[in-house]
Structures are given as structure tokens and as C-alpha cells.
């Protein structure tokens, strides 16, 4: 079954940091577009990261310089991972997988929710 | 950047009527735009992809139309399932944008 399960989310205090994590399955995330979006509580959608097959990497510029998405092949697993952390990333954080042909966002995780509070 | 302005924000309707939702480009996508559907507390859920064409498993009274910087999603024959909130989403170039979202509420 092809399937993203993220986990990592939590209780963090403002500038704390924190590493997400996006366990793929039924497909290889090398060979895919992998990103990181996130919804705020009672918000829409932000687009926050992507890493390419090639391993580039773009941000959104909310989180340029803070944020970090990486991949680990041999765990099949994409990261993101947040730094100097503010209330204003707190959301829920999804995983989802860029199909390589329809250039849309067809494979979702649950997502995994990220409360940045003191 | 690419701005998405998404269109009504809201919008109540009953069982059966076909409701129509609009999105605009601040400048041309051609024809890269997706449409999901989300509900309370789950993922998204990928409708409709390259402005046009219906992801597999999605009902056919999902259709959407356009290009360049003028897109619609429409739903014929609501169901009580369609209940929830839309939004495109703009693949154009990075950064991703989505539109604000539409809440379809029942009437």
C-alpha cells in the first residue's frame, strides 16, 4: 500500500527545535518530489519545503533559514527538520508526494502537529 | 510569487445543487492547477489535476475547467459526503501557493 506516516510533532518551547519525520512506503521517495506543508490551527494550507529527486531543496520563505528537509534512502524517509521555532509554526504538518507526471500532490501522510508555546 | 485568490470563501448549498468555485492566478500557470478536498481533522485529498483531469477513484461529479489564470471547480449533484472545504492549489513554480480555501456548508 502506498502510504507517508509522520511522526516527531510535539510540545516545544519558542526557539526550541524539533526534527519531523515522513516514513514512505509502497514507493521510493528518491525517486519522487517529497515536501512538507502545513495548516495552522483553523487555517489553510502553506506549502513549506520540497526536495527534488536530485536532492535540491527549496523553502518557503516563512521558514528560509530555520527549516532543513533532507532524505535518508535507506530509511525511505523524508525529514524536516525546524529550528529556532516561533509560535507562528505552530500546525499540523504534512507529508506529501509531488506525482512526478501530474505535478500535483497526490500521496498524503495524517500529518503530525507541531505546538510551539512556552 | 504567485498570489491564488480563491472565491466565495464560503458558500451554503443543498443536496443535489451543483455549486461552482473559482480561483485566479496573479499571473499565467497554463494549466497547473489542483483542486483537494479537505475535512475536518484529515488530509487533503488530490480532486482534480491539471486544471482538468479527475484523479482516479474521484467521482465523476467533480469536473473542473480553465487555464492560464482562470480556473473552476464544479461539483454536480451534491452528495452528503461533498461537504467540506476546497482548495487549489498552484503548481506552477516554487513557492506552491494555495487559494484560501472554500467552506461548502449544507443549506
Known amino acids: 500500500e502506498v502510504q507517508l506516516v509522520e511522526s516527531g510533532g510535539g510540545l516545544i518551547q519558542p526557539g526550541g527545535s524539533l526534527r519531523l519525520s515522513c516514513a514512505a512506503s509502497?514507493?521510493?521517495?528518491?525517486?519522487?518530489?517529497m515536501n512538507w506543508v502545513r495548516q495552522a490551527p483553523g487555517k489553510g494550507l502553506e506549502w513549506v519545503s520540497i526536495?527534488?529527486?536530485?536532492?535540491?531543496?527549496y523553502y518557503a520563505d516563512s521558514v528560509k533559514g530555520r527549516f532543513t528537509i533532507s532524505r535518508d534512502n535507506s530509511q525511505n524517509t523524508v525529514f524536516l527538520q525546524m529550528n529556532s521555532l516561533r509560535a507562528e509554526d505552530t500546525a499540523v504538518y504534512y507529508c506529501?508526494?509531488?506525482?512526478?507526471?501530474?505535478?500535483?500532490?497526490?500521496?498524503w501522510g495524517r500529518g503530525t502537529m507541531v505546538t510551539v508555546s512556552s | 510569487d504567485i498570489q491564488m485568490t480563491q472565491s466565495p470563501s464560503s458558500l451554503s448549498a443543498s443536496v443535489g445543487d451543483s455549486v461552482t468555485i473559482t480561483c485566479r492566478a496573479s499571473?499565467?500557470?497554463?494549466?497547473?492547477l489542483n483542486w483537494y478536498q479537505q475535512k475536518p481533522g484529515k488530509a487533503p485529498i488530490l480532486l482534480i489535476y491539471?486544471?482538468?483531469s479527475l484523479q482516479s477513484g474521484v467521482p465523476s461529479r467533480f469536473s473542473g475547467s480553465g487555464s492560464g489564470t482562470s480556473f473552476t471547480l464544479t461539483i454536480r449533484s451534491l452528495q452528503p459526503e461533498d461537504f467540506a472545504t476546497y482548495y487549489c492549489l498552484e503548481s506552477y513554480s516554487i513557492p506552491y501557493t494555495f487559494g484560501q480555501g472554500t467552506r461548502l456548508e449544507i443549506k
Open positions: 506529501a508526494r509531488r506525482h512526478s507526471s501530474r505535478n500535483a500532490f497526490d500521496i
Open positions: 509502497g514507493f521510493t521517495v528518491s525517486s519522487n518530489y
Open positions: 499571473q499565467t500557470i497554463n494549466t497547473y
Open positions: 491539471a486544471a482538468s
Open positions: 526536495i527534488y529527486r536530485d536532492g535540491t531543496t
